[in-house]
C-alpha cells in the first residue's frame, strides 16, 4: 500500500490541527494503520494506531485525550485530529500501514509500509 500524508503546516498552541493519510494500492480496509512522529534531534516516536475497522485505538500518553485517530475505509483515508496543540507536538508526522491486526501495534518494525510525512509546526 502507499502512503500520501498532508495537512501539516503552522498552529498556535490551543490550537487544532489535522493530518490525512489518502492510501492507496492495496485494499486499505484490510490495515492497521498508525501515526508516528518525530521531532527535531530526536527518534521517530508513536503517537496513535486504529485497527482495521475503527473500533480499536490506542493513543501515546503524551496525545491522550486531546487527539482522535479515526479513518474513512470507504475513502481509503487515514486522520488525525489534534487539539489543544502543543509546542511540543513540533514535528514531523508520518502515517504508516501494519500488517497486524491484535494487538495494536506500537513498534515501527510492526508498520510495513510509511507516507513521506507531512510537517507540523507549533508556536507558542
Known amino acids: 500500500v502507499q502512503l500520501q500524508a498532508s495537512g501539516g503546516g503552522l498552529g498556535q498552541a490551543g490550537g487544532s490541527l489535522r493530518l490525512s493519510c489518502a492510501a492507496s494500492?492495496?485494499?486499505?480496509?484490510?490495515?492497521?494503520m498508525g501515526w508516528f512522529r518525530q521531532a527535531p534531534g530526536k527518534e521517530r516516536e508513536f503517537v496513535a494506531v486504529?485497527?482495521?475497522?475503527?473500533?480499536?485505538?490506542d493513543y501515546a500518553d503524551s496525545v491522550k485525550g486531546r487527539s482522535t485517530i479515526s479513518r474513512d475505509n470507504t475513502k481509503s483515508t487515514l486522520y488525525l485530529r489534534m487539539n489543544s496543540l502543543k509546542p511540543e507536538d513540533t514535528a514531523v508526522y508520518y502515517c504508516?500501514?501494519?500488517?497486524?491486526?491484535?494487538?495494536?501495534?506500537?513498534?515501527?518494525?510492526?508498520?510495513?509500509?510509511w507516507g513521506q510525512g507531512t510537517l507540523v509546526t507549533v508556536s507558542s
Open positions: 504508516a500501514a501494519s500488517q497486524i491486526p491484535y494487538p495494536l501495534p506500537r513498534a515501527e518494525r510492526s508498520f510495513t509500509s
Open positions: 486504529i485497527n482495521d475497522n475503527g473500533y480499536r485505538k
Open positions: 494500492g492495496r485494499p486499505f480496509r484490510t490495515y492497521t
